[in-house]
T-cell receptor
Framework: EAQVTQNPRYLITVTGKKLTVTCSQN?????MSWYRQDPGLGLRQIYY???????DKGDVPEGYKVSRKEKRNFPLILESPSPNQTSLYFC??????????????FGPGTRLTVL | AQSVTQLGSHVSVSEGALVLLRCNYS??????LFWYVQYPNQGLQLLLK??????LVKGINGFEAEFKKSETSFHLTKPSAHMSDAAEYFC??????????????FGTGTRLQVTL
């Protein structure tokens, strides 16, 4: 089954404790992206990757890091989480061939609470 | 840069009534436009999309949307609402302008409530 998986689905942590949210897709997609969803703000892109070892900032990258060592995986790293990073996070992927026609496939989301 | 405006953060309709969710976009080039649906505690699911060709596009679950360039709109409609349509709906535009067509800019979402 074609899918994007994220782990963990729920996480409660404390300020300053480093954490990683994993994202994996099994569709051989080149493009992967992280979004955060906040009430009244919709989804905002944090980082994206066009392929292995190619990453770039989205609209709200401050406080986040990513890496793309393998095509299927795109982890999101919070080196020193703060309460304003409490949010619902989504990973997404798509094929670059076709120029974005396909839309993006989304993971189930990770609800993060930083105390 | 592209932007998307969804009018109405909450819309309530009766079961069997017409559903109309509004989306306006700004883009200096013909955009790719998408509607996504998010059911409670789930990720986003693609409902329908417009890229090129026919301006009236049909999606899953009986939804459709019409691309109107003159009005810069891409409103989502469904003739008869069902209780299972209760969800949050997001309109999105892709960044064709800069060549990174895979980058999506989302609206702030419209929560659809369906009442008996």
């Amino acid at each position: 089954e074609a899918q994007v998986t994220q782990n963990p689905r729920y996480l409660i942590t404390v300020t300053g404790k480093k954490l990683t949210v994993t994202c994996s897709q099994n569709m051989n997609h080149e493009y992967m992206s992280w979004y955060r969803q906040d009430p009244g703000l919709g989804l905002r892109q944090i980082y994206y990757s066009m392929n292995v070892e190619v990453t770039d900032k989205g609209d709200v990258p401050e406080g986040y890091k990513v890496s793309r060592k393998e095509k299927r995986n795109f982890p999101l790293i919070l080196e020193s989480p703060s309460p304003n990073q409490t949010s619902l996070y989504f990973c997404a992927s798509t094929l670059l061939a076709g120029g974005g026609h396909a839309g993006q496939f989304f993971g189930p989301g990770t609800r993060l609470t930083v105390l | 840069a592209q932007s998307v405006t969804q009018l109405g953060s909450h819309v309530s309709v009766s079961e069997g009534a017409l559903v109309l969710l509004r989306c306006n976009y700004s883009s200096s080039v013909p955009p790719y436009l998408f509607w996504y649906v998010q059911y409670p505690n789930q990720g986003l699911q693609l409902l329908l999309k417009y890229t090129t060709g026919a301006t009236l596009v049909k999606g899953i679950n009986g939804f459709e949307a019409e691309f109107k360039k003159s009005e810069t709109s891409f409103h989502l409609t469904k003739p008869s609402a069902h209780m299972s349509d209760a969800a949050e709906y997001f309109c999105a535009v892709s960044d064709v302008e800069t060549g990174t067509a895979s980058k999506l800019t989302f609206g702030t979402g419209t929560r659809l409530q369906v009442t008996l």
